[in-house]
């Protein structure tokens, strides 16, 4: 059993140097509580940048770090300054955090930011790399660290790999506009599990894996190379005991040793008992719409002005980023906002908004949760947002009412509370009013639903599902691989085909022994390929068929000089020893005038699909349109051909991005079985990669070798990943 590591971009520790000695402390963030139940005993190491920059840290110390990072389960990657700011203030957060929140004007597209980013992601693989063995399990977190699943993967192959992305994942349209989104979804896709707050963000990122790397996805699986990548929503909960206890404890204690916030939340309370108190807390940061906020409070006052000296908002801004200039551009406005709607509304007995820029202790939140309310967040793009739920666990006696903006990820979860869209000024303020008046009969009703979902779906829960199903992955992974072909179940092929006295092989060709061309009739043979297949078709007591759904013009041009047996057009037509081509099967064309306006009506309305007319069948190719737009063309072209071939006995073949209309008495596995009973054959070997080959593999006999190319669901007996693999394969039986 391998031990687990986790690796974040900061530790879960907090290193102060003090006189000379060092203290390691724990910290109390949400990922950090979280991962204790997964990053507890000896059997687990947390990977991660300390905090402090190589300059910070006295040489003759360095040693007493990584001691005092090893008692907490931590070891470190030394990152310079330089480093942090082109990887973490530059790529991180002018970059990143931008596009992905949807602020595309923020994003800054610099080269050196993406260099420094992957060469310190390489630094995060490279220290995974030395702390790990291959049964490790490894979890990645968020949107720092992209590219190091797949650094890690190319060092450790069969290694768990896990991966979660704290912050939204964005549209295609969005994601598509950075330079780099290949070699980011690449980075990501060295994992064996990606998890998302949502299923909107795990949507997100199926569709741009499915049309930038043109990846096959079967509703949340991704098919890549001789993997198959799951992608899931883990909705990431909050410590909820901590935060119901800490609030019982206040509320217990409301006499004695209370903090200067409280008595000054006290005094307010007995100068204006009427008044409510309304919550806002958030990083500053643009995403988070604390002036958009601001501006809806104030139309709110102005709408129903019956409410001013009724209420009151404290909005405490936590520092975040200030040295990124947007961030310092951020806090000017807000504070000239707060300044001028305080001035202009405000009265001798009523300041509208308390205004804090700070980080608060722990006691002193729980003091703003438990007195407010109403909590207000209003983010215009937010991962999850778990100030929501720490508000909502808080509440003791069920009472306060969440106002929450349906751009957060919990509001997914959070349905009881009033959701709102933060554009929406007109709704913002009916909200408010709604949530003044509201009865507290609702409040408790709404909350009791509220509070049972997230006591149920804490954090430690979310956290030991993700590993869950990254251990589950791993068991279904090497299920799996058992039917893939080995080094050593190919040496045993190998065998048999060396001593088999006469041997039949059925070889594909696009996508198996070629890859595939946006236009079908460049993806002719290269030199490599007719070299293996002359050596191939050359040796004694070996039978080779190329066979293939290609018209009988293009493989004649391609094959016949080399006098290989070809069966064309899914089993229409057959040649032998350079013959010319003759009908292996009878069949009928003249339903071909009554298909072919219908598929170029289609031809017509799907951008990039065109039409392969063939002797007896008719091809309709959809590879280079958009892979939404095809798939969902080709299941309507699916439902009217069904409809219209009623008992002519033809066939509709789905093969990869195309769909063949033919006679329903032609398949390469009638063909392959008819060029099996000519002869005695002792091995028996079959290949391809679509569903047209799977006639194949389900008509010839248990005692052949079948084998599929790629990860897909099949008949046959084997896969292999890819056709450089095939090329790999076949020349071990090319070997004289």
């Known amino acids: 059993m391998g031990k687990t590591i986790i690796i974040s971009n900061r530790l879960p520790v907090q290193l102060q140097i003090n006189n000379g000695s060092i203290d390691a402390v724990p910290s109390v963030g949400g990922l950090a509580t979280g991962m204790k139940s997964v990053h507890s005993g000896g059997e687990s190491l947390w990977i991660g940048w300390s905090g402090l920059t190589d300059e910070d840290i006295p040489p003759e110390l360095e040693g007493d770090i990584d001691e005092a990072l090893k008692k907490n389960g931590c070891s470190k990657v030394g990152l310079n300054a330089q480093e942090i700011d082109g990887f973490y203030y530059g790529f991180s957060n002018r970059t990143v955090w931008p596009l992905f929140h949807y602020f595309l004007e923020y994003s800054e597209f610099e080269l050196e930011f993406w260099d420094t980013y992957k060469s ?57 506009t950075i330079p780099w989104r290949e070699e980011i979804l690449e980075g990501l896709l060295g994992s064996d599990l990606i998890g998302f707050h949502t299923y909107d963000y795990e949507r997100h990122f199926l569709s741009s894996a499915r049309r930038l790397l043109g990846l096959e996805v079967s509703f949340n699986e991704i098919f890549m190379d001789n993997r198959i990548i799951k992608v899931d929503s883990f909705p990431m909960g909050i410590d909820y005991k901590k935060f119901k206890e800490a ?34 807390i958030d990083r500053l940061d643009y995403s988070k719409g604390i002036a ?50 305080n001035g202009e509304l405000s009265t001798v007995n009523w300041t509208p908004i308390w205004y804090f820029y700070r980080s608060l202790p722990f006691e002193n939140l729980i003091d703003l949760y438990t007195f407010s309310d109403i909590a207000w967040l209003t983010p215009l793009r937010d991962g999850m947002n778990l100030v929501a739920k720490e508000y909502i666990a808080t509440r003791t006696d069920k009472t306060g009412v969440l106002i929450l903006s349906e751009m957060a990820g919990s509001a997914y979860e959070m349905n009881e509370a009033l959701l709102i869209n933060p554009n929406n000024f007109e709704e913002q303020a009916d909200t408010l009013k709604q949530a003044i008046n509201m009865p507290v009969e609702e409040q408790i009703s709404r909350n009791t639903f509220l509070q049972n979902r997230l006591e149920r779906y804490n954090v430690e829960v979310w956290a030991n599902e993700f590993m869950n199903s990254l251990n589950q992955k791993k068991e279904l992974g090497h299920a799996f691989i058992s039917q893939k072909i080995t080094e050593d179940r190919l040496k045993k092929i190998a065998k048999e085909y060396s001593e088999a006295s006469k041997r039949l092989l059925f070889l594909d060709y696009d996508g198996t022994l070629s890859g595939f061309h946006k236009d079908p009739q460049k993806a002719s043979p290269d030199e490599e390929l007719y070299e293996l297949l002359d050596q191939l078709n050359s040796q004694e007591n070996t039978t080779l068929f190329l066979i293939s759904g290609r018209d009988k013009q293009t493989f004649g041009r391609w094959f016949l000089p080399k006098k290989y047996n070809m069966i064309v057009e899914h089993g229409v037509w057959i040649s032998k020893n350079g013959e010319d081509f003759k009908m292996l099967e009878k069949v009928k064309g003249e339903w071909m005038e009554k298909i072919r306006p219908v598929l170029e009506s289609f031809v017509d309305r799907t951008p990039g699909s065109f039409i392969e007319e063939k002797n007896y069948s008719l091809a309709w190719h959809y590879r280079n349109t958009d892979p939404d737009f095809g798939n969902k063309r080709a299941t309507e072209l699916n439902t009217v051909l069904t409809s219209l071939i009623g008992n002519d006995d033809i066939s509709v073949l789905n093969g990869n991005k195309v769909m063949e209309v033919k006679s329903s008495n032609v398949n390469k596995g009638r063909a392959a079985t008819r060029m099996l009973n000519e002869d005695e054959y002792d091995f028996v070997f079959a290949i391809g990669d679509d569903w047209t080959d799977e006639f194949m593999f389900q008509d010839l006999p248990d005692s052949a070798i079948t084998v599929k190319v790629g990860l897909k669901k099949t008949q046959a007996k084997y896969h292999v990943e890819n056709t450089k693999r095939v090329r790999e394969l076949l020349k071990r039986f090319a070997k004289p």
């Open 120 to 176: 310190v992601n390489q630094k995060f693989a490279d220290a995974i790399i030395e702390n790990s063995d291959d049964d490790d399990t490894i979890w990645v977190h968020d949107y720092q660290l992209m590219l190091v699943p797949q650094m890690v993967r190319e060092k450790r192959p069969d290694t768990t790999i896990g991966f979660f992305l704290h912050i939204p994942f964005p549209s295609y349209e969005i994601f598509r």
């Open 247 to 280: 609030a019982m404890y206040h509320d217990q204690n409301k006499k004695g040793g209370q903090s200067d916030l409280q008595k000054r939340l006290d005094s307010h309370k007995a100068s204006a008992p009427d008044t409510k108190l309304i919550l806002s």
């Open 292 to 341: 958009k906020r601001l501006n809806a409070f104030e139309y709110f006052l102005k709408k129903y002005p019956e409410y001013k000296e009724k209420v009151r908002l404290i909005i405490l801004a936590v520092p975040s980023r200030s040295n990124v200039p947007q961030y310092q551009l951020l806090k000017k406005e807000i504070d000239e906002l707060v300044g001028r709607i």
